[in-house]
């Protein structure tokens, strides 16, 4: 498997969860994989590592734009520049509007969205030059519908789909496509900490609160897997793909098909 190989892939927020699947899945195919994220690194770079590929690591906070462009330049140092982009950083809260703090508001359309301005207005040059490049947003479902309780999130998410679409058009006459995937339920630690509150809040078991959870939205019952939206990443960089251009695909065991 070998598709990527001589090329390099950034993941952001790729230490934990649907980052680290995707980084591996992408290192599977031989690419290079400048890795990004808080909390533990070692671990996860070494099953990275494992593919054979080279591993770099940034931890740049993507809620700071001269930490991404700290970053941007660190990856063409290391590697010559970024051929694979996964915008994934993000992180989640979840309150009634009037309760919202303002200062979580402020970090989730940071992280969550403009990350995501910053690091493709770096990376388009690179990817024009080579006419080859991929850009691969982790949107939502709540890019596509919302839900209560998450306005910032629904907001950055939607917001995602948009700067797809429009990056899409300005690239849509070269070699550099821009795609966003949407994610129903996956379990990561971000979704864990919802499913314990929620068992917490309710006085269940977090296996009933965990039944609820994909109930309530999922009719498939199941979670959707990082190795799976890894090998969603992979079709994309595939030249199947070439002419898919400001998608927002769903992978989400039918939640926005309601
Ligand atoms: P996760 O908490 O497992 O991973 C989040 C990653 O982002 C981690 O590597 C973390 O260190 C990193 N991160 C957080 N804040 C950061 C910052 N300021 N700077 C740099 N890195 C930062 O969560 P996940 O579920 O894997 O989420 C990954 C992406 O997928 C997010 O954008 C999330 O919104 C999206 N998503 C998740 C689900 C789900 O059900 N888990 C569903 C749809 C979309």
Redesign the pocket.
Known sequence: MTMLKGKTALV?????????GIAIELARQGADIVM????EVDGPRASIAAHGVRVAYHG????KPGEIEDMMKFAAGKFGGVDVLVN?????HVAPIQDFPPERWDAIIA??LS?AFHTTRLAIAHMKRKNWGRIIN?????GLVASKDKAA?VAA?HGIVGLTKVAALELAATGVTVNAI??????????QKQIDERAAREGISVQQATKELLGEKEPSLQFTT?EQLGGMAVFFCSPAADNVRGAAWAHDGGWTAQ
């Open positions: 952001t927020g790729s230490t934990s969860g649907i980052g680290l990004n994220g808080f909390g740049a906070d993507m809620s994934n950083a993000g992180i989640q992280i969550n990350s982790i949107a939502s479902a709540h999130y998410k949407c994610p129903g339920w996956v379990l990561t630690p971000l979704v990082p």
